[in-house]
């Protein structure tokens, strides 16, 4: 049978774009080739001050030994989004490869556009610029180098009945040139990294996944969905998986798009679902980043949405766009991964910050879509910790972002860590936020709103970073 590697991106990688936006579980799962298996990919991104989109065309990916004759994995050119996603993984795509060992990977890439915010006033509406290859972008970008050879510290084992995949790292303030004042070059050396896991990995979890509905088994307990490139998968779920909102999988239908949490199975490539969340009931679907909420402070009438993810794509509402929506106070709120109804009193239409990220969904008609649902996503912000203002037994410390957030937001941020709060890079607790060195931190969680209407991070992760 093929064997399956599959990719997934992680913390704004979308690269390899195999496996994210859906992948063909009836299809993959019933071959009866016993040469080849398939693959996955998670990826990870550093993004610098302002830059709220990095698109790049993705035009080649092969596997080899270094001697025989490279294996493709990518059906296609994809055009992936590398700063959508910071310290979460999403599932990108999926692909079938011969079986073998495979040490070296080589990824040929094309057109790179960097979206970026101008905010001069905090109480304006930031507008949005574009860089690209186009002679009239000032500066104009440019690759490098167009291809890029990768070799696998851990060769990538394929073998039958068995799925593994590769975590792509793509690193962002690394690639991008930028002078002695920050500003962007234009330049582009694409610093990337590939790391072999298997679905059991940590680095293999799916955070977050979003899919058009194709099916529902509901006595069968799964359901089919379809995401980017066509490819559909199979999802299980059991007594153990959690539903938003209090829905079940009987309120699934076509019209239903759901962002889903949870694990690949190693031998059918399903997704067995921790987390289901029904984000649209109408057949639309946007997500992104709230960049200005007017008022700033009260119930919000309208507020800017940076648009990342559009489903179904070719609706006329685009990503890498700011588009202006506007609520009727008819719209219900939840946060995701959030189960009981105490997040309807945290994220409401008072609760709305510029730096969140959210996704909106209602029916769409005439270029306009009428909100019934808004959702509060978790997301992922890099920075560094300010000294001297860690609290223990608050649990909390403030935090510079060096990212979007230190466009956004007006100063510190203050985070509030809680028992469920992951350390990584070396951290094992708040305490290590005590010291005088101002450590390099990426902070992961829900961006919730005070009563004097100032960003709170509620960290789901703290992770120390080395560079």
């Excluded at 001697?67 to 994809?78: E, H, R």
């Excluded at 992936?80 to 990977?105: E, H, K, S």
């Excluded at 700011?322 to 991964?337: C, D, M, P, R, V």
């Excluded at 094992?428 to 961006?447: E, F, P, Q, S």
Aim: hydrophobic share 40%.
């Amino acid at each position: 049978m093929h064997l399956k590697k599959w990719f997934s991106g992680f913390c704004a990688l979308a690269l390899i774009a195999l496996l994210s936006g859906c992948g063909n579980n009836a299809s993959s799962s019933n071959n009866t080739n016993p040469q080849s298996n398939s693959v996955f990919v998670t990826g990870t991104d550093a993004p610098l001050p302002s830059v709220v989109g990095f698109r790049v065309d993705i035009t080649g990916l092969t596997l080899s030994n270094g001697m025989s004759t490279p294996v493709s994995v990518l059906n296609g050119t994809q055009t992936v989004d590398f700063a959508r996603l910071n310290g979460l993984r999403t599932l990108l795509d999926i692909n079938t490869i011969p079986a073998g060992t495979y040490t070296q990977a080589v990824v040929t890439l094309a057109n790179p556009s960097i979206d970026y915010l101008n905010v001069t006033n905090p109480q304006t509406h930031p507008a949005l610029s574009t860089l690209d290859t186009s002679a009239s972008s000032n500066p104009q970008l440019s690759l490098t180098t167009s291809q890029v050879t990768i070799n696998l510290a851990t060769p990538l084992v394929v073998s039958a009945g068995d799925i593994d995949g590769l975590r792509f790292e793509f690193d962002i303030r690394q690639s991008v040139a930028v002078d002695g004042s920050g500003q962007i070059t234009g330049a582009i050396t694409p610093t990337l990294d590939l790391k072999v896991v298997t679905p059991s990995d940590a680095d293999a979890y799916i955070d977050e996944f979003d899919a058009g509905v194709v099916s529902v088994n509901a006595t069968g307990n799964s359901f089919v969905i379809q995401g980017p490139h066509g490819h559909q998968f199979t999802v299980n779920v059991n007594q153990q998986t959690e539903w938003e909102g209090n829905e079940t999988i009987s309120n699934l239908s076509s019209n239903s798009i759901v962002e889903i949490s949870g694990t690949l199975d190693r031998t059918s490539a399903a997704i067995l679902a921790d987390t289901v969340a029904i984000v649209s009931q109408d057949h639309f679907w946007a997500g992104g980043l709230v960049t200005f909420v007017d008022p700033p402070v009260g119930t919000a009438t309208d507020f800017d949405l940076y648009v990342r993810s559009v489903l179904p794509a070719g609706t006329g509402f685009n990503s890498g766009q700011i588009s202006n929506i506007a609520l009727t106070g008819q719209e219900k709120y939840f946060i995701h991964w959030w189960h009981d109804n105490f997040g309807s009193f945290l994220f409401t239409s008072t609760g709305l910050v510029p730096g969140q990220h959210v996704s909106i969904a209602g029916p769409f008609s005439n270029g306009v879509v009428t909100v019934k649902r808004v959702v509060l996503r978790h997301s992922g912000h890099t920075g560094t910790l300010v000294t001297g203002q860690t609290n223990t037994s608050a649990g909390t410390f403030e935090f510079n972002s060096n990212g979007l957030a230190g466009v956004l937001f007006e100063g510190p941020v203050t985070v509030q860590v809680t028992p469920f709060t992951r350390f990584l890079g070396g951290l094992t607790g708040i305490n290590d936020l005590t010291g005088t060195t101002a450590l390099n931190l990426r902070v992961v969680g829900l961006i919730l709103k005070t009563n004097t209407g100032d960003p709170i991070f509620l960290a789901r992760s703290v992770e120390k970073l080395t560079n």
